[in-house]
């Protein structure tokens, strides 16, 4: 089955510098990877995806970018924000209704003013 | 706009009894999701369901019992609580590739 690992699992910048959250996977039937965002007592929340015919996307501050050949994929978060500071999990999963992701560990990072 | 809610938020119970942690979703999503939270396990999948009566074993489904009757409801029962059920717990809904996850609850086991 799919394994996800997750890289690093603690990560602190200064207000303003960039972070880089990188994530690998196994299957690579998998097509669809979420980044997801947890600040502390909350769910999950959806912040960017990619799919596998993509090799990049950029949402404002946050961006991914996936190598399907080496199966890693990575977050990229520029201008970094205190609000910015929260756990961050990557997924992988075959794009299909209700498609069961498998999650990596989790990121914690921390933005330090 | 609820969204998706659960319920109870905290919940302290003791070994060996029932629980039912309740998911409900406003989206009519027909894909529902429960997740468990451990620390440096990350998110893992117990129990989904594709539609009403419809349900399926995740990668930890045991001990665990789920039922759906309604497209809004998705309860999650433990049926005789051990200690290694103190976890958080995540209900989650989807209608295409994207899954929105509720607040959560956090079951701790005596």
């Known amino acids: 089955g799919e394994n996800v690992e997750q890289h690093p699992s603690t990560l602190s910048v200064q207000e303003g510098d960039s972070a880089v959250i990188k994530c690998t996977y196994s299957?690579?039937?998998?097509?669809?990877f979420p980044w997801y965002k947890q600040e502390l007592g909350k769910g999950p929340q959806l912040i960017i995806d990619?799919?596998?015919?993509?090799g990049e996307k950029k949402d404002q501050r946050i961006a991914v970018t996936l190598n399907k050949t080496a199966k890693h994929f990575s977050l990229h978060i520029t201008e970094t924000q205190p609000e910015d500071s929260a756990v961050y999990f990557c997924?992988?999963?075959?794009?299909?209704?209700?498609?069961?992701?498998?999650f990596g560990p989790g990121t914690r990072l921390s933005v330090l003013p | 706009d609820a969204g998706i809610t659960q319920s109870p938020r905290y919940k302290i119970t003791e070994t060996g009894r029932q629980v039912t942690l309740m998911c409900h979703q406003t989206?009519?999503?027909?894909?529902m999701f429960w997740y468990r939270q451990d620390l440096g396990h990350g998110l893992r999948l117990i129990y989904y369901?594709?539609?009403?009566?419809?349900?399926d074993k995740g990668e930890v489904p045991d001990g665990y019992v789920v039922s759906r009757s309604k497209t809004e409801n998705f309860p999650l029962t433990l049926e005789s609580a051990t200690r290694s059920q103190t976890s958080v717990y995540f209900c989650?809904?989807?209608?295409?590739?994207?899954?929105?996850f509720g607040p959560g609850t956090r079951l701790t086991v005596t």
């Open positions: 989650a809904s989807s209608e295409g590739p994207e899954q929105y």
């Open positions: 299957d690579s039937a998998s097509n669809y």
């Open positions: 990619i799919r596998s015919n993509v």
């Open positions: 997924a992988a999963s075959i794009y299909n209704y209700g498609q069961n992701f498998v």
């Open positions: 989206w009519s999503h027909s894909y």
């Open positions: 369901s594709a539609a009403a009566d419809i349900t």
